[in-house]
C-alpha cells in the first residue's frame, strides 16, 4: 500500500478521529460513528473510504450495514519513513554542530 495514501488519509483531523473511534470500538458502523461525531453519515462514509483507500480500516458486511475495524499494518512503513528521515536529519545535524564548533574553535 502506499505510503502516501496513508499521509493523505491521516492529514485530515476528523480522518484521524474516525481512525481513533474505529481503532477504539472495533465494529463499529459509519452510523453509529456520525452519532459521535459533529459531522454527517455521509461524511462518516466518505471519510471511511479514504482511510480505506489506505488499507488502515477495513469494513465487513453486517445485513444492511457495514462493520469497520482498524488495520494499523500500513502505518508500519509510513513510521519507518519517518524515522529514516528522522535519523537522516540528525545526521544532517550533528554534521552541522562539528562544523560549527570547528569553525568556532570549541
Known sequence: MSTDLVFT???DP???????????RQGITATQ???DLPVTRQAVAKHLQVLADAALVEGERAGRETRWRATP???????????????????????LERATRGRNGS
Open 33 to 35: 460513528l456520525a452519532a
Open 9 to 11: 488519509a491521516l492529514a
Open 14 to 24: 476528523t480522518r484521524r478521529t474516525v481512525l481513533d473511534t474505529v481503532a477504539a
Open 73 to 95: 499494518a500500513p502505518l508500519t512503513d509510513a513510521i519507518a519513513w519517518m524515522a529514516n528521515v528522522g535519523a537522516a536529519w540528525d545526521d544532517r545535524l550533528a554534521a
